[in-house]
């Protein structure tokens, strides 16, 4: 019986990606290196903002300047994560069912652990019981600890519970658990993308209304 539901954030619960992009160039800027556009951005993320500004920057970490313009995107990250951030349409729906047929819903993600939980508290409240992202204290996606530090929080086993998100980091995440993963469409990566990586098809969905039924026939199965 599926007790729990543990959620990405970026991409999956929450459109971050303009406030993303405007960051990392905000930071390119500053540094005089050249911005990129909102496509590139999309493909960048998932990795965390290391990765992120690695992939931005002209030739990565081996860029003089590369510590310092990351510094410059978390520090504006940090003061602009809500400027054009908004849950994408039909989550708060799909999370009131979650909650009122008595899941326990948690958040892991690549961004910084503040940034995580500042969001969660502000767009979701009480719906989420645990929200973990990236610290010195666990390694990030596609590494299990993030998903295992919040089962302990929630006190649950790996068997009660799904992985859901958006992207390849998430479908590995889940196989690394090991757990179930439900892939949505809506996010950073495409469906052909997603299937590439190694996603169930019968595992996926185009809207967020289409996971309670799901979750429902995947406790008939396991």
């Excluded at 019981?129 to 919040?150: C, N, W």
Aim: charged content about 25%; aromatic content about 8%.
């Amino acid at each position: 019986m599926i007790s729990t539901v543990i959620f990405d954030l970026d991409g999956t619960l929450l459109n971050t990606l303009e406030d993303l992009a405007d960051s990392v160039n905000y930071a390119l800027r500053q540094s005089h290196l050249p911005e990129r556009t909102l496509e590139e951005v999309r493909n960048f993320v998932g990795n965390g903002v290391a990765k992120l500004m690695e992939r931005a920057i002209p030739e990565g970490k081996d860029h003089p300047l590369y510590e310092e313009t990351l510094q410059t995107f978390r520090q504006y990250y940090a003061v602009h994560c809500k400027d054009k951030t908004k849950p994408y349409e039909g989550i708060m729906d799909m999370l009131d069912v979650l909650c009122k047929d008595g899941y326990h819903l948690a958040i892991v993600s690549n961004k910084f652990d503040a940034a995580v939980k500042e969001l969660s508290a502000l767009y979701f409240g009480d719906r989420i019981l645990a929200s973990i992202g990236e610290s010195e204290k666990v390694r990030k996606k596609p590494a299990p600890d993030t998903v295992y530090q919040a089962l302990e929080e929630l006190s649950v086993c790996a068997e009660q519970a799904v992985y859901v998100g958006d992207s390849d980091v998430d479908i590995q995440t889940a196989a690394n658990v090991p757990m179930p993963c439900i892939s949505v469409t809506w996010g950073f990566r495409s469906r052909e993308r997603l299937l590439e990586a190694g996603a169930d098809v019968s595992r996926m969905i185009r809207r967020p209304e289409e996971l309670p039924p799901l979750l429902h026939s995947l406790s008939a199965e396991l």
